[in-house]
Nanobody, 124 residues
């Protein structure tokens, strides 16, 4: 059974940092593209960052570029999202997702597997 379990969310002041973790199980971790999406209340789910497994390339939404860093520890089957210089507009539920195909940040509905999400709240 494929499982993605996010952790690391919480409440932080603007300018602060959080590191999200996504622990994966039930599939060959190295073969799957991994993405982080987020959804704020009343808004559509949007891509924040993802990793392509074909060449290890990383991708970021313009809104998080330079502040967020995605990384993968294949030995632990875990992907991280380091979030620095957080802003109130980063407040959202953050989801980890995986798919054997690489869909990038623009096609959340194409990803097959999703975690339950972790809440990130940034106060001003």
């Amino acid at each position: 059974e494929v499982q993605l379990v996010e952790s690391g969310g919480g409440l932080v002041q603007a300018g602060g940092s959080l590191r999200l973790s996504c622990a994966a199980s039930g599939f060959t971790f190295d073969d799957y593209a991994i993405g982080w999406f987020r959804q704020a209340p009343g808004k559509e789910r949007e891509g924040a960052s993802c990793i392509s497994r074909s060449d290890g390339s990383t991708y970021y939404a313009d809104s998080v570029k330079g502040r967020f860093t995605i990384s993968s520890d294949n030995a632990k089957n875990t992907v991280y999202l380091q979030m620095n210089s957080l802003k109130p507009e980063d407040t959202a539920v953050y989801y980890c997702t995986a798919d054997k195909a690489f869909w990038g940040l623009g096609f959340p509905r194409e990803y097959d597997y999703w975690g339950q999400g972790t809440q990130v709240t940034v106060s001003s």
